[in-house]
Structure formats: structure tokens, C-alpha cells
């Protein structure tokens, strides 16, 4: 099965391509592949508890959730706030795992 790094850069508030594109996460992870979710810009906020129920829906497709440090930080959101088992990342991880050759890269 491939491995997928989904980038989801808009939230909820940029309208509803972000519920859409993590269902496309949901789908690839119950098919069986590797999927992380990367939440960075202003889509830090779908991995905040209260948010909704998209993160959750991809955490119980077998799914990882990741929430970039600095670009919560720059939105004052406290790491605590995070749905559980998302999990906050720096940006050597995420490029360690975007230059894997069977990653595939996708940004919303």
C-alpha cells in the first residue's frame, strides 16, 4: 500500500474543502494505506477538541493527526487544546517523512 502525507493548510474556516479533504484521508486509511494528516496555517485549528468531528473520524479510520508547533504557537493555541492522540510535530519530521520516495504529498 502507498504511504500518504495530506496537507491541510485552511481549517473550517476556509470553507468546507477541509471536512471534504479529510474524508479523502478517511478513505485512503480504511483502504488500507498509510496516511498522515499534516494540520499547518490556519488548519491547526480542526485539531483542536471541539472542533469537530473530521480529526476523530480519521484517528478511528487508522490515521495520524499531526498539528505543526509553530503554526500553533503563532495562533496563541495551547498544545492542550489538541483533540487527543494528535500529536504536535516540528518540521524536520515532516520533511523526514515527505522525502521518503513512496510518500505521496498532497496540499489542501
Same mark, same amino acid.
Given at each position: 500500500?502507498?504511504?500518504?502525507?495530506?496537507?491541510? %493548510?485552511?481549517? %473550517?474556516?476556509?470553507? $468546507?474543502?477541509?471536512?471534504?479533504?479529510?474524508?479523502?484521508?478517511?478513505?485512503?486509511?480504511?483502504?488500507?494505506?498509510?496516511?498522515?494528516?499534516?494540520?499547518?496555517?490556519?488548519?491547526?485549528?480542526?485539531?483542536?477538541?471541539?472542533?469537530? $468531528?473530521?480529526?476523530?473520524?480519521?484517528?478511528?479510520?487508522?490515521?495520524?493527526?499531526?498539528?505543526? %508547533?509553530?503554526?500553533? %504557537?503563532?495562533?496563541?493555541?495551547?498544545?492542550?487544546?489538541?483533540? $487527543?492522540?494528535?500529536?504536535?510535530?516540528?518540521?524536520?519530521?515532516?520533511?523526514?517523512?515527505?522525502?521518503? $520516495?513512496?510518500?505521496?504529498?498532497?496540499?489542501?
Amino acid at each position: 500500500m502507498a504511504e500518504y502525507l495530506l496537507v491541510e %493548510s485552511q481549517g %473550517s474556516y476556509g470553507g $468546507p474543502g477541509s471536512e471534504a479533504f479529510l474524508g479523502d484521508a478517511v478513505r485512503l486509511a480504511r483502504a488500507g494505506h498509510d496516511v498522515a494528516v499534516l494540520l499547518i496555517e490556519n488548519g491547526v485549528t480542526e485539531g483542536l477538541d471541539g472542533a469537530g $468531528p473530521a480529526v476523530g473520524r480519521v484517528q478511528e479510520a487508522g490515521g495520524e493527526v499531526w498539528v505543526d %508547533s509553530f503554526s500553533l %504557537s503563532q495562533r496563541a493555541l495551547p498544545a492542550q487544546r489538541l483533540v $487527543p492522540g494528535v500529536r504536535l510535530v516540528e518540521m524536520d519530521e515532516v520533511a523526514e517523512r515527505i522525502l521518503r $520516495p513512496a510518500v505521496r504529498g498532497v496540499w489542501h
